[in-house]
């Protein structure tokens, strides 16, 4: 079945600590994104990729890294620089940029 | 910056009763998305739309793009129809993210 997955369903870590987020596809799309959602909130665009080997900042980027070395993976990394971290986190990805998006199920993310 | 506003935030409604949820945006748009969010966090993307109107069983969108205004409307609705509804737009490429930008989304519950 083609589709978009994200591990761990959720994840602690302690202050401090950086944590990588797992996005795979398995659809061929092109370009993948990373959103966080918090209470209250709409979701807010961290990264996006439209192609292996490059991606561009979002709206709140800072605190954040990516990667994308292959195209079914946009592995996320939150890091010590995150002042809040603990959000629920939703990978999606799109045949290109702009296009439909398909949503993975989200990470939610707690800092003890 | 585009601004994404839905209406209204909460709706509580009656088994089989005519469901509208409103969105408006401020700036140009290249296509906007109506996404359903169930309890568990998962999203589902239910249409894209960049003129017109839109139907899938249930479910209508449209969209007045002179206006800057959609609407989702559910027919004959039911209680697992209760989620939240997310309204999100794609800026014109040329000069930001071209993730989506969010609405904060519509919790509806249909009570039977």
């Known amino acids: 079945d083609g589709g978009i997955t994200q591990s761990p369903k959720y994840l602690f870590r302690k202050e401090g600590q950086n944590v990588t987020l797992s996005c795979e596809q398995n659809?061929?799309?092109?370009?993948m994104y990373w959103y966080r959602q918090d209470p209250g909130q709409g979701l807010r665009l961290i990264y996006y990729?439209?192609?292996?080997?490059?991606?561009q900042k979002g709206d709140i980027a800072e605190g954040y890294s990516v990667s994308r070395e292959k195209k079914e993976s946009f592995p996320l990394t939150v890091t010590s620089a995150q002042k809040n971290p603990t959000a629920f986190y939703l990978c999606a990805s799109s045949l290109k940029r702009g296009g439909t998006q398909y949503f993975g199920p989200g990470t939610r993310l707690t800092v003890l | 910056k585009n601004e994404v506003e839905q209406s209204p935030q909460n709706l509580t409604a009656q088994e089989g009763e005519f469901i509208t949820i409103n969105c408006s945006y401020s700036v140009g748009i290249s296509a906007l998305h109506w996404l359903q969010q169930h309890p568990g966090g998962g999203i589902v993307s239910l249409f894209m739309l960049s003129s017109g109107k839109k139907k899938h069983g249930r479910l209508i969108a449209t969209i007045n793009i002179q206006e800057k205004h959609s609407s989702l409307h559910i027919t004959a609705s039911h209680p697992r129809d209760s989620a939240v509804y997310i309204c999100a737009v794609v800026m014109y490429s040329g000069g930001g993210a071209d993730g989506l930008t969010f609405g904060k989304g519509t919790h509806l519950i249909i009570q039977p």
């Open positions: 659809l061929n799309h092109d370009a």
């Open positions: 990729s439209q192609i292996v080997n490059d991606f």
